[in-house]
């Protein structure tokens, strides 16, 4: 097996990366997505007006419960200890674009925190507004900014959140 594969062991198993060794760094990862919806529910949401109530409320909850569960969910992922996550959400023409940030003082990345947030946020927009729009199509989730660690600064060229 390649030694490049740092979830694979020599023999090929998977495996969780050690990180004991490596120095505390502040780290940062901003993640964004965006969920297409009618303009009958996109009204809704943003009236406030949705039949199971506060959609960006419900939706902020969620993604902040799941970035801290992520290392549950994701198998090689460290549990981490963040010290913050926020989701902002911004009405585009045709949709809802949900932009989570999370942050931690500690030797790995907050990546897939921000991406699991952003995620779990905007299943909760469908599942909150499917009585309007079963169609809503989610989509665009990546990773558009991080700070810290090894790897330093990193930013999408392309970045729309």
């Keep these: 097996m390649s030694k490049s594969l740092t979830h694979i062991d020599s023999d090929g198993s998977a495996r969780m990366v050690d990180v004991g060794a490596k120095a505390e ?39 902040i419960m799941a970035a801290k569960r992520t290392g549950e969910l994701i198998p090689m992922c460290h549990p981490l200890m963040l010290d913050a996550v926020n989701l902002d959400f911004a009405f585009e023409a045709d949709a809802v674009r949900a932009t989570a940030t ?9 990546e897939m925190e921000a991406m699991v947030a952003a995620s779990v ?3 909760t927009i469908y599942d909150m507004a499917k009585a309007l729009d079963k169609g809503m199509v989610i989509g665009e989730v990546r990773l558009v900014e991080k700070r810290g660690g090894k790897s330093g600064h990193w930013k999408a060229e392309d970045h729309r959140a």
């Design 25 to 63: 760094t502040q780290r940062l990862a901003v993640a964004s997505g965006r969920i297409a919806m009618s303009a009958k529910a996109l009204a809704a949401i943003r009236a406030g007006d949705a039949p199971k109530g506060d959609v960006l409320g419900t939706a902020r909850i969620a993604g």
């Design 102 to 110: 999370a942050s931690l003082t500690g030797r790995t990345g907050v």
């Design 121 to 123: 946020a905007l299943l």
